[in-house]
């Protein structure tokens, strides 16, 4: 069972548009998602994160809006540049409980100049 | 400050052969992890360790074994490599092994078995 659905699977944006990546989980206990960006040939490393007591967390051109009547959440870049060419995890876990976390599939994201 | 650190980078084995990757970190935490990602399948736990001296199983752990050294170093084990194991091994580490502490990952070892 899948706990958290990434989508798309890929994703191309022209450099300066809005790349957007969805997901979507079950579990209702969840109370913490996090993304993590991944670049070519590097590990994963935590971008942004989200508590559900607020609807939207901004950190520069990143922005995470959660809705928690849909059990949705996803990652806006605003202004996307080349640099941002990555792919991008969500993720879900429960807070304060000993639960892994756990990850969407991955999103390919490919800003072109 | 190297964070975590794995090797070898990469490996090609043959089927049936064995070998162990390599993790350690030098952030003070006490939980770590091993995860494989395989196109299309994000990242699946295979191992980890809440602590030293301890270790579970993951979603994917058939196949593999695990040493947890010591509070620095954590290790991944193929007894007896086959082709379904080739992947990319991303070891990461945590303070404690809560689902929203921050998981520091290594840069990952590719692993290839013909």
């Known amino acids: 069972q899948q706990q958290v ?40 490393a935590l971008l942004i994160a989200i508590r559900p007591d ?13 809705n928690k ?45 | 400050n190297a964070g975590v650190t794995q090797t070898p980078k990469f490996q090609v084995l043959k089927t049936g052969q064995s070998m162990t990757l390599q993790c350690a970190q030098d952030m003070n935490h006490n939980s770590m992890y091993w995860y494989r ?32 050294l010591n509070k620095r170093e954590f290790s991944l084990r193929l007894e007896s490599a086959a082709p379904s194991q080739t992947s990319v091994y991303f070891c990461a580490s945590s303070v404690q092994a809560r689902g929203t502490d921050t998981q520091y990952f290594g840069p990952g070892t590719r692993l290839t078995v013909l």
Not at chain 1, 7 to 30: D, H, M
Not at chain 2, 38 to 65: H, Q
């Open chain 2, 37 to 68: 990602q395989d196109p299309g399948m994000g990242l699946r736990l295979i191992y980890y360790s809440a602590s030293e001296g301890t270790t579970d199983k993951g979603e994917v752990p058939n196949g593999y074994n695990v040493s947890r």
């Open chain 1, 69 to 113: 009547s849909a059990k949705q959440f996803s990652l806006h870049i605003m202004d996307s540049q080349p640099g941002d060419s990555a792919t991008y995890f969500c993720a879900a876990a429960k807070h304060g409980g000993s639960e892994k976390l756990v990850f969407g599939k991955g999103t390919k994201l490919t800003v072109n100049p």
């Open chain 1, 5 to 44: 659905k990434q989508s798309p699977q890929s994703l191309i944006v022209q450099k300066g548009g809005i790349s957007i990546i969805n997901c979507a989980y079950e579990n209702t206990a969840f109370d913490y998602f996090p993304w993590y960006q991944q670049f070519p040939g590097k590990g994963p």
């Open chain 1, 54 to 66: 607020v609807s939207e967390k901004k950190e520069g051109r990143f922005t995470i809006s959660f």
